[in-house]
């Protein structure tokens, strides 16, 4: 009888106990939930190195050159290729092209841009610093900052 009476006791109480600890299970249980994720965000991101992730800041001439107006853009990319666009009396003119460069010219192969033959050729001196590319064609500067 004794037994019993303790197993009803000893029922009641941790049954009360667990009621009243409950929420705070709850809230220690959802506060290691998110330290776990956490350590685990913080164990990606070493392991991953997301620095190493992200696309390389372009050398060089590569990447995309707008000038201050917008008329003029022009886009070098790793391969060869090339992309050049220039609005003209309200309209725009332009297409593929593809690029070698040296030390202070471009020589841009023009590929059907409108010019009076299917293939031409230009060559553009240039000055770079940093963001900021400076073309000169035919005696003609054009200042292009870099587009992010």
């Not at 009641?12 to 330290?35: E, F, K, N, T």
């Not at 070698?100 to 033959?117: A, C, P, R």
């Amino acid at each position: 009888m004794r037994i019993r009476l303790f197993r009803l006791v000893l029922h009641r109480h941790s049954r009360d106990y667990i009621r009243q600890m409950q929420p705070r299970l709850v809230r220690s249980g959802a506060s290691l939930a998110i330290a776990v994720i956490l350590a685990l965000v913080a164990l990606c991101l070493n392991a991953c190195n997301p620095a190493s992730m992200l696309a390389p800041r372009p050398h060089g001439i590569e990447g995309k050159w707008r000038s201050a107006d917008g008329s003029y853009v022009v886009e070098f990319l790793p391969t060869g290729s090339c992309s050049a666009k220039m609005r003209m009396q309200g309209r725009e003119v332009g297409g593929p092209c593809t690029y070698t460069v040296d030390e202070d010219k471009i020589l841009l192969h023009y590929q059907g841009m409108g010019s009076n033959s299917q293939n031409s050729t230009a060559t553009w001196n240039y000055k770079l610093d940093g963001d900021n590319l400076t073309v000169s064609v035919f005696g003609n500067s054009l200042a292009l900052k870099r587009v992010p």
